[in-house]
């Protein structure tokens, strides 16, 4: 029983610290289209 | 701020692992309710922003309000797809099954099915009328949020009835509502940092689409866009 417990909870965290490492690779991503652009405008 | 938020988390996950008492039929596994209904209740009102920020895209078709509707269908759907996998974890032990087409967990998953066919529009379809199309499938798409909420009320369910305002016979001992509302303070701080975070994502993705359309449109004709060229202030024909 207990270990549904532990499994919810420790997939929970998961789910969110998957996205938010989602969410780093996007920002990663996006800063570098900036940089890119910015030097082509140049 | 950064350290506030995992300190009120872990304040919330000790409050539901072992300050509240453990429920007397079920046991233990009763615990997961203390992340199960807050993020329940984070991802509707995840939906309700979506919901709020698709009607002002309609009616004045601001970029920030786009970005925001984006920001919280995405961050909705990451707190609905914990409720459908916390739910069954919880069933296994306690129906004896993962799951079963109640109202409850039917209309739940048509609501996670509805905003990551939003996702996927904004996602796959490049045409110019996407945020437009996005936000009236959002208008429409939250009407099945009450539905949810409902359902419990309206029909006879497998899943549990309403333990908060629930009627007579319904209720919760001090203890475990203070953990439930500790933990659903702590998803909302949570889900608020994530929010702002996704939503300077995408004014950043704004920002790099802007200055492509304005890029494009200074390239000289028959250029095809292949090839960068300088920018041309003050061009005549």
């Known amino acids: ?42 | 701020m950064l350290l506030a938020v995992p300190a009120l988390l872990g304040y919330a996950y000790y409050l539901g692992m072992y300050a509240a008492p453990a429920e007397a039929s079920m046991g233990d596994v009763q615990r997961i309710f203390y992340y199960h209904v807050p993020s329940a209740w984070t991802a509707f009102l995840c939906f309700f922003a979506n919901f709020a920020a698709s009607v002002a895209y309609l009616a004045n078709r601001g970029k920030r309000a786009d970005a925001l509707a984006v920001a919280a269908a995405e961050v909705g759907v990451v707190f609905c797809s914990v409720v459908l996998v916390t739910g069954p974890l919880w069933a296994r032990p306690v129906w004896g099954i993962w799951w079963t087409w109640d109202a409850r967990l039917t209309s739940t998953l048509i609501l996670w099915l509805i905003y990551v066919s939003y996702l996927l529009l904004r996602k796959v379809s490049t045409g110019g009328q996407t945020p437009v199309l996005a936000a009236a499938l959002a208008v429409f798409g939250f009407l099945d949020v009450p539905i949810v909420y409902l359902s419990i009320r309206f029909f006879r369910t497998q899943h549990p009835q309403p333990v908060i305002a629930g009627g007579e016979g319904s209720g919760l001992d001090p203890m475990m509502a203070k953990a439930l509302l500790v933990n659903w303070l702590a998803f909302l701080v949570f889900a608020g940092l994530v929010l702002a975070l996704r939503y300077r994502l995408e004014r950043l993705r704004q920002r790099v689409e802007e200055s492509r359309a304005l890029r494009a449109e200074e390239l000289p004709v028959g250029s095809c866009g292949l090839e960068a060229q300088p920018a041309v202030s003050g061009r005549s024909a």
């Not at chain 1, 029983?1 to 996006?30: E, N, P, S």
């Open chain 1, 1 to 42: 029983m207990i270990k549904f417990l532990y499994l919810a909870y420790a997939v929970t965290w998961l789910i969110h610290l998957a996205y938010l490492a989602v969410l780093g690779q996007g920002f990663k991503r996006v800063k570098e289209e900036l940089r890119e652009l910015e030097e082509k405008n140049r």
